[in-house]
């Protein structure tokens, strides 16, 4: 997919569909512009961003932060990541294409709620309405908008969906025996 075709996804949906309803932030997270190799258009997208970004309204734009995250140390991008989805009401994956997703499954593990497009994988991660959202269509910003507003603005909801993502991703992806090591490494630890 071309530049103008990948740029294309981000317009309007935080600007149109969010930030008049809400008092949310966005927080944009990706790899630093260089760090990935096989994808050559990322500097011309993430400077595209920046413009995208200065050209918003004040009262908006200080509530988008472009994040770019180390790709060169694995355990100082985990634990970035780690960061966000915690501190996230909800994560949002907006693709137009996915494998598995796996940013959808570790948000699930930490209790967040995903919005989330209905490609690839991620249908066999969430279960539609049970553990998180599906937006048939990633390119309806509304859909993706009004999905997010709705959950920011009643947290029961929010709240279920996060704790039945867990119980879905450790039911699905997580072997017992690797809960078994978790749960003795977290005992180790507070011993």
Do not use: Y
Request: with cysteine; glycine share 8%; charged share 25%.
């Amino acid at each position: 997919m071309g530049p103008a075709q990948r740029a294309g996804r981000r317009d309007g949906f935080f600007v149109r569909f969010i930030a008049p309803r809400t008092d949310a932030c966005l927080v944009l997270a990706g790899p630093t512009a260089t760090s990935v190799i096989d994808d050559p258009e990322q500097p011309e997208i993430l400077e595209d961003l920046g413009r995208r970004h200065k050209a918003m309204p004040a009262a908006t734009r200080h509530r988008v932060v472009i994040a770019q995250i180390p790709m060169q140390d694995t355990e100082e991008n985990a634990a970035i990541v780690n960061a966000l989805q915690r501190r996230a009401d909800v994560v949002v994956q907006k693709s137009l294409a996915e494998g598995f997703g796996l940013t959808v499954s570790e948000a699930m593990w930490k209790r967040r709620p995903v919005v989330a497009s209905r490609v690839g994988g991620i249908p066999d991660q969430i279960e539609q309405g049970k553990s998180g959202i599906l937006v048939d269509d990633a390119r309806d910003l509304r859909a993706f908008g009004d999905a997010v507003v709705g959950l920011l603005q009643d947290e029961q909801p929010a709240r279920r969906l996060g704790v039945e993502a867990r119980h879905r991703v450790a039911r699905k992806f997580i072997s017992p025996c690797h809960l078994i090591e978790q749960a003795r490494l977290v005992v180790d630890l507070v011993s």
